[in-house]
Protein backbone atom coordinates (compact mmCIF):
# COMPACT_ATOMS: atom_id res chain seq x y z
CA UNK A 1 0.00 0.00 0.00
CA UNK A 2 1.01 3.56 -0.46
CA UNK A 3 2.62 5.69 2.48
CA UNK A 4 1.89 9.28 3.20
CA UNK A 5 5.08 10.58 1.89
CA UNK A 6 5.46 8.56 -1.26
CA UNK A 7 1.81 9.50 -2.21
CA UNK A 8 2.01 13.12 -1.39
CA UNK A 9 5.17 13.34 -3.58
CA UNK A 10 3.31 11.65 -6.45
CA UNK A 11 0.45 14.07 -5.82
CA UNK A 12 3.34 16.70 -6.39
CA UNK A 13 4.16 15.22 -9.57
CA UNK A 14 0.69 15.21 -10.67
CA UNK A 15 1.25 19.07 -10.51
CA UNK A 16 4.25 19.30 -11.89
CA UNK A 17 3.50 16.89 -15.08
CA UNK A 18 -0.04 19.27 -15.59
CA UNK A 19 2.16 22.25 -15.83
CA UNK A 20 4.41 21.17 -18.21
CA UNK A 21 1.58 20.73 -20.44
CA UNK A 22 0.61 24.13 -19.83
CA UNK A 23 4.04 24.96 -20.48
CA UNK A 24 3.85 23.34 -23.91
CA UNK A 25 1.20 24.49 -24.90
CA UNK A 26 1.70 28.08 -24.46
CA UNK A 27 5.37 27.51 -25.87
CA UNK A 28 3.36 25.71 -28.89
CA UNK A 29 1.12 29.37 -29.07
CA UNK A 30 4.09 31.56 -29.25
CA UNK A 31 5.74 29.58 -31.82
CA UNK A 32 2.81 29.43 -33.74
CA UNK A 33 2.50 33.02 -33.69
CA UNK A 34 5.93 33.63 -34.91
CA UNK A 35 5.54 31.06 -37.64
CA UNK A 36 7.37 28.20 -36.69
CA UNK A 37 5.08 25.86 -38.10
CA UNK A 38 6.87 22.97 -37.28
CA UNK A 39 7.67 23.94 -33.90
CA UNK A 40 4.68 24.85 -33.06
CA UNK A 41 3.25 20.82 -34.36
CA UNK A 42 6.15 19.38 -31.89
CA UNK A 43 4.98 21.19 -29.11
CA UNK A 44 1.63 20.94 -29.23
CA UNK A 45 1.89 17.25 -29.36
CA UNK A 46 4.01 17.44 -26.50
CA UNK A 47 1.56 19.24 -24.45
CA UNK A 48 -0.65 16.10 -25.19
CA UNK A 49 1.97 14.02 -24.03
CA UNK A 50 2.81 15.67 -20.76
CA UNK A 51 -1.09 15.35 -20.14
CA UNK A 52 -0.98 11.23 -20.35
CA UNK A 53 1.71 11.76 -18.20
CA UNK A 54 -0.10 13.39 -15.72
CA UNK A 55 -2.77 10.63 -15.95
CA UNK A 56 -0.62 7.93 -15.33
CA UNK A 57 0.90 9.02 -12.00
CA UNK A 58 -3.67 10.06 -11.15
CA UNK A 59 -4.46 6.43 -12.24
CA UNK A 60 -1.36 5.15 -10.26
CA UNK A 61 -2.40 6.85 -7.32
CA UNK A 62 -5.80 5.65 -7.23
CA UNK A 63 -4.87 1.90 -7.97
CA UNK A 64 -2.67 1.53 -4.67
CA UNK A 65 -5.30 2.70 -3.23
CA UNK A 66 -4.06 6.58 -2.12
CA UNK A 67 -6.18 9.68 -3.70
CA UNK A 68 -4.91 11.50 -6.51
CA UNK A 69 -6.16 15.14 -6.61
CA UNK A 70 -6.65 17.45 -9.83
CA UNK A 71 -3.72 19.79 -10.48
CA UNK A 72 -4.19 23.90 -9.45
CA UNK A 73 -3.98 26.59 -12.36
CA UNK A 74 -1.00 27.77 -11.85
CA UNK A 75 0.11 30.86 -14.24
CA UNK A 76 2.33 30.02 -17.03
CA UNK A 77 4.16 32.57 -19.05
CA UNK A 78 2.92 33.69 -22.61
CA UNK A 79 6.07 35.26 -24.54
CA UNK A 80 9.30 34.38 -25.33
CA UNK A 81 12.68 36.53 -26.89
CA UNK A 82 13.62 34.22 -29.42
CA UNK A 83 13.00 29.96 -30.52
CA UNK A 84 16.14 29.41 -29.20
CA UNK A 85 14.88 30.89 -25.52
CA UNK A 86 11.88 28.43 -26.06
CA UNK A 87 13.85 25.26 -26.11
CA UNK A 88 15.97 26.87 -23.61
CA UNK A 89 12.88 26.68 -21.11
CA UNK A 90 11.68 23.50 -22.26
CA UNK A 91 15.74 21.80 -21.32
CA UNK A 92 15.40 23.62 -18.21
CA UNK A 93 12.22 22.60 -17.00
CA UNK A 94 12.97 18.40 -18.25
CA UNK A 95 15.85 19.04 -16.08
CA UNK A 96 13.09 20.16 -13.12
CA UNK A 97 10.91 17.56 -13.45
CA UNK A 98 13.91 14.83 -13.91
CA UNK A 99 15.13 15.97 -10.62
CA UNK A 100 11.29 15.45 -9.37
CA UNK A 101 11.56 11.99 -10.37
CA UNK A 102 14.65 11.21 -9.14
CA UNK A 103 13.44 12.27 -5.30
CA UNK A 104 10.35 10.20 -5.72
CA UNK A 105 12.42 7.14 -6.75
CA UNK A 106 14.55 7.85 -3.77
CA UNK A 107 11.76 8.10 -1.42
CA UNK A 108 10.38 4.88 -2.59
CA UNK A 109 13.94 3.10 -1.94
CA UNK A 110 14.10 4.30 1.17
CA UNK A 111 10.49 3.66 2.00
CA UNK A 112 10.68 0.07 0.40
CA UNK A 113 8.15 0.77 -2.17
CA UNK A 114 9.05 -1.41 -4.35
CA UNK A 115 6.02 -0.85 -6.66
CA UNK A 116 6.15 2.87 -7.00
CA UNK A 117 9.67 2.22 -7.78
CA UNK A 118 8.98 -0.14 -10.69
CA UNK A 119 5.89 2.30 -12.08
CA UNK A 120 8.50 5.09 -11.45
CA UNK A 121 11.84 3.10 -14.26
CA UNK A 122 9.39 4.32 -17.35
CA UNK A 123 9.61 7.61 -16.20
CA UNK A 124 13.15 7.97 -15.60
CA UNK A 125 14.00 6.68 -19.05
CA UNK A 126 11.36 9.22 -20.52
CA UNK A 127 13.49 11.45 -18.88
CA UNK A 128 16.68 10.65 -20.11
CA UNK A 129 14.73 11.01 -23.73
CA UNK A 130 13.03 14.07 -23.16
CA UNK A 131 16.48 15.81 -21.99
CA UNK A 132 18.67 14.66 -25.03
CA UNK A 133 15.60 15.59 -27.41
CA UNK A 134 15.81 19.01 -25.90
CA UNK A 135 19.81 19.10 -26.35
CA UNK A 136 19.70 17.92 -29.70
CA UNK A 137 17.01 20.63 -30.50
CA UNK A 138 19.56 23.26 -29.16
CA UNK A 139 22.40 22.00 -31.09
CA UNK A 140 20.81 22.87 -34.13
CA UNK A 141 20.90 26.68 -33.48
CA UNK A 142 24.76 26.22 -32.90
CA UNK A 143 25.18 24.17 -35.84
CA UNK A 144 22.71 25.99 -38.14
CA UNK A 145 23.07 29.49 -36.73
CA UNK A 146 20.39 31.65 -36.04
CA UNK A 147 20.66 34.97 -37.14
CA UNK A 148 19.10 34.92 -40.56
CA UNK A 149 15.46 33.94 -41.15
CA UNK A 150 16.86 31.04 -43.59
CA UNK A 151 18.35 29.68 -40.14
CA UNK A 152 15.33 30.09 -38.27
CA UNK A 153 13.16 28.00 -41.05
CA UNK A 154 16.33 25.35 -41.40
CA UNK A 155 16.21 25.33 -37.59
CA UNK A 156 12.36 25.18 -37.88
CA UNK A 157 13.00 22.09 -40.02
CA UNK A 158 14.91 20.64 -37.66
CA UNK A 159 13.46 20.93 -34.80
CA UNK A 160 10.11 19.20 -36.94
CA UNK A 161 12.80 16.51 -37.76
CA UNK A 162 13.93 15.76 -34.30
CA UNK A 163 10.20 15.81 -32.95
CA UNK A 164 8.96 13.06 -35.40
CA UNK A 165 12.18 10.79 -34.39
CA UNK A 166 11.82 11.76 -30.95
FE1 LIG B 1 6.47 14.48 -18.28
O1 LIG B 1 7.96 14.45 -19.22
FE2 LIG B 1 8.42 16.19 -19.66
O2 LIG B 1 7.96 17.07 -18.21
Redesign the pocket.
Known amino acids: SLGAEVEEMLNQQVQL ?1 DQ ?1 SQYYLSFASWCETQGYVKAAEFLYEHAEE ?1 RQ ?1 MLKFFKYINAVGGHAKAAEITPVPYDFESLRQVFEMVLE ?2 IK ?1 TKAINEIVDCCFQNKDFSTFQFLQWFVA ?2 RE ?1 EETARTILDAFDIIGEDSPQGLWMIDQEIGRIGAEG
Open positions: ESEHHEVEQE
